[in-house]
């Protein structure tokens, strides 16, 4: 069975920087695609960024010029770089990963402090 087991999180200065990981264990399959989303309290969860197999990337609006996702493809392993945080980025965030199942981790809480 396929696990998603997100680290990194914390809570950070407004300006401040963290970086996620999130490793895939178990019977691991490669991901097609792999990416973070987060869920802020009171709010549905929204897409935050994401990698696929080669390398290209998407991200949202809100975190574009801020945040780098990015990928070891031989660890099926995930990070997001996120820089210049605010506190409305403040959040849950969840990893997901997706061969012919979407899969998703656990979640790992950063909050931006004003």
């Known amino acids: 069975q396929v696990q998603l087991v997100e680290s990194g999180g914390g809570l950070v200065q407004a300006g401040g920087s963290l970086r996620l990981s999130c490793a895939a264990s178990g019977n691991v399959f490669a991901f097609n695609t792999m990416g973070w989303y987060r869920q802020a309290p009171g709010k549905q969860r929204e897409f935050v960024a994401r990698?696929?197999?080669?390398?290209?990337?998407v991200y949202a609006d809100s975190v574009k010029g801020r945040f780098t996702i990015s990928r070891d493809r031989d660890r099926d392993e995930v990070f997001l770089h996120m820089n210049s945080l605010k506190p409305e980025d403040t959040a849950v965030y969840y990893c997901?990963?997706?061969?012919?199942?979407?899969?998703w981790g656990q979640g790992t809480q950063v909050t931006v402090s004003s």
């Open positions: 990698i696929s197999r080669t390398g290209s990337t």
């Open positions: 997901w990963g997706i061969t012919v199942t979407e899969y």
